[in-house]
């Protein structure tokens, strides 16, 4: 739209309201490019400088982009137990190589109310002794909730880690059934 090339990498965002508490969504032309976990202003404006920097763009809040609608239609649904699937397009360029691999994999083949292992995901994508890497993977998740890395889990039972907290992984998991509903 205009000359010098911003509208084709420009990047909207809009803080949504939800049961694990304020979530950030920013989307770029090529899709949903990342969420991030309890976005309060300084956790907000962090992630805002961030993204400007890998992305070489001020990010501009626009709760209202069309960029954003479908985005913040589908996690509304997710959090209302209307919707068990994320059908978005995403834009990947936040994260490459074995990571970016892994995530897809854990996209398309971790369904909702589901777990696997980091070792099953690690032998999925054919590297299985690489278990630590994928929880690396999970980490460096720019796309969690619609990326589920919730749905990864230690082979012993345990819950693993989480970025944006256990409290939080136990809750996304309770919601798609995996786990009770904590009692209080």
Known sequence: MNSDGQDERRVVWAVVGT???PLLLAATPDGLVNVV?????????KALERLAARLSTE????????LLAESIRQVAAYFAGERRDFELP??????????RQVLREL???????????YGDLARRVGQPGAAQAVGVAMGSNPLPVVVPC????ESDGGIGGFGGGLETK????ALEGVLPEPLF
């Open 170 to 173: 136990r809750k996304l998991l």
């Open 59 to 66: 990010p501009v809040e626009a709760p209202d982009s069309p």
């Open 150 to 153: 919730h749905r990864v889990v």
């Open 90 to 99: 995403l834009d990947w360029s936040l994260i490459s190589g074995f990571n």
């Open 37 to 45: 976990f309890h976005a309060t202003e300084a956790v907000r404006d």
């Open 19 to 21: 049961d694990i508490g």
């Open 107 to 117: 996209a398309a083949g971790v369904p909702y109310g589901a777990v696997a292992g």
